[in-house]
């Protein structure tokens, strides 16, 4: 399922991450929280939960984090 979400969303979030990341905190907001729903999608977690516990099982950053790095680069 994991390798599901790579191929379906995590590689487009890259993608765009450097034409949206600088824009404003709400734009973020709302990336995040499709983040969050395709990450619950996937993983069958309830959609209320909280996610970030699984990025740290998982090994994956959140959409914030994920700009800091790239902007750093």
Not at 8 to 17: E, N, R
Not at 43 to 66: E, G, T, W
Request: positive net charge; aromatic residues 16%.
């Amino acid at each position: 399922m994991i390798n599901i979400y790579n191929t379906c969303f995590y590689h487009h979030l890259i993608y765009g991450v450097d034409f949206y990341g600088h824009g404003a905190n709400c734009h973020f907001n709302q990336i995040y929280l499709l983040q969050k729903s395709a990450l619950c999608v996937t993983l069958a977690i309830r959609p209320r939960n909280h996610v970030s516990l699984y990025l740290l099982v998982l090994k994956m950053m959140r959409i914030a984090l994920i700009n800091k790095f790239r902007f750093s680069i």
